[in-house]
């Protein structure tokens, strides 16, 4: 089992950044486990959506079109954790954002939820204008 603890969120102001950390722990905590982690987030009303992704050697990285070039995803393997940075943070980027561990499948599914195994409870960030 791999558990998954988010952290970071809070209340800012839009254009402010927030950077969003996700500590992993358990014996199965593998780059086979986890070879994606992800942030998928889910907004009221709205169903849960991919923001960003990363391998397990962090040399690859993939994103979702409404956050690319706003938010930046990097994982440190040593201390077991990933990261968001959210940067220009928006209005509509008001959501709970989960972190999520998957194998290699997650990974080449481009972004379903599905296919990640393991899951953070979710922290609140919310955008004010």
């Known amino acids: 089992q791999v558990q998954l603890v988010e952290s970071g969120g809070g209340l800012v102001q839009a254009g402010d950044s927030l950077r969003l950390s996700c500590a992993a722990s358990?014996?199965?905590?593998?780059?086979?486990?986890?070879?994606?982690m992800g942030w998928f987030r889910q907004a009221p009303g709205k169903e849960r959506e991919f923001a960003a992704a990363i391998i397990w050697s962090g040399s690859s990285t993939s994103y979702a079109d409404s956050v690319k070039g706003r938010f930046t995803i990097s994982r440190d393997n040593a201390k077991k954790t990933v990261y968001l940075q959210m940067n220009s943070l928006k209005p509509g980027d008001t959501a709970v954002y989960y972190c999520?561990?998957?194998?290699?499948?997650?990974?080449?599914?481009?972004?379903?939820?599905?296919?990640?195994?393991?899951w953070g409870q979710g922290t609140q960030v919310t955008v004010s204008s």
């Open positions: 999520a561990a998957g194998p290699v499948a997650a990974w080449t599914s481009g972004g379903e939820a599905r296919a990640y195994d393991y």
């Open positions: 358990g014996r199965s905590f593998t780059s086979y486990t986890t070879y994606a």
